[in-house]
């Protein structure tokens, strides 16, 4: 009896789960893409790509997809699980066997007159912008993250004749060891940026009025599509799909979730940050649960940890902060042009591990993440998460 797999979202999660299943080889399993967006997007290089020092974040679906997977550009516009069917929104339904569901996530709703990155439209627009500004012009850039972070230092390299200031109502970076986070201080202020912390930015009104700039570009805060709620599947607060630790939604044993817009409930997971480390792995063992289930096995735990993130200071600048599989610093971080080094080396093997997976089913692995006791009630039973 045939198979089939359908996979919604067309982001590193749901290309690495489509490669997965499609290069298996399994007779009869029919994988099916959902994305609506023409090309695959580099979204760890779209503050590049909005400074404007990247011509393009996107490569050719293509050049990254097993040739066995079906591509439906569309959206998906519900989600019916007793009836195991997709709704896409320009009409029509697509049944399935099983489901990923790999929406992936966007930037918290911005104010009036801010500007969002985090998807290509938005950071298309953000390079215009720029670009027009004249000499003295000023942009602010707000939040704390690392995209923040990254798109500050960005701006201002490819810039210099722009005032750049990054706003944050807390330390930025607050996640890294405090060297590695003082080194980074430092060197935005030699990249060009003026650092404002510790007070919130104002959203009444227009905002570029508020933060006295020309340009804000929005990066506070991350959301998710609300479509795993609307289908009446179980959520956290966020609306990230709860799932169990085999990345099932939880009571649906056909539904698989992985990447920012799902979230494995329960203490044990909760090291796991929405980022492109986390979902590639989940994307990948997603997959390959869903080709045990189809060879009549048990599925296995999601295990996956992290060795190190590297933020990007501009072109020939980075920190690279050394972890323990938790997510926690450990002491020892980069900063200067290895780091830079080393972060571009990085950004360049995802396409490749991506890439490698279209190739060969199970040819992208990953660091294992830190010991859970197996008798820890996360791995008995799953619950929501606030």
Known sequence: ????????????????????????GRSGLEVVLVTPGPRFVERIRLHEYTAGTRADATVDYGSVLHPGVHLVRDAAAGILPDMRTVRLAAGGDLAYDYLVYAVGSAAAAAPGGALRIEHLEGAAGARRELSALPAGGRVAVVGGGFTAVETAAETAGAFPHLSVALHSASDVARTLGIPARRAL?????????????????????????????????????????????????????????CLEPTLQAQGRERIYGAGDAAVIAGPDYAYLRMCCAAALPMGADAAGNILRAVDGMPGVRHNSGFRGVCISLGRSDAVVQFLAADD????????????????EIICRMTLRWIRGEAKRSGAYTWP??????????????????E
């Open 185 to 241: 201080v430092k060197r935005l202020g030699k990249a060009g940026v003026q650092l404002h912390t510790g007070s919130s930015v104002a959203t009444d009104g227009d905002v570029r009025r508020n933060l006295a700039a020309d340009v804000v570009l929005w990066c506070a805060g991350f959301a998710v599509p609300q479509l795993a709620a609307k289908a009446g599947l179980a959520v956290d607060g966020s609306g990230r799909l």
């Open 328 to 343: 926690s610093p450990a002491r020892l971080h980069l900063h200067g042009r290895t780091a830079a080094v080393q972060k």
């Open 1 to 24: 009896m045939d198979t089939t797999a359908v996979i919604l979202g067309g982001g590193y999660a749901g290309v690495m789960a489509a490669n997965r299943l499609a290069a298996s």
């Open 368 to 385: 294992t993440g830190p010991k859970v006791p197996t008798t820890t009630p996360a791995a008995r039973s799953v619950h929501l998460m």
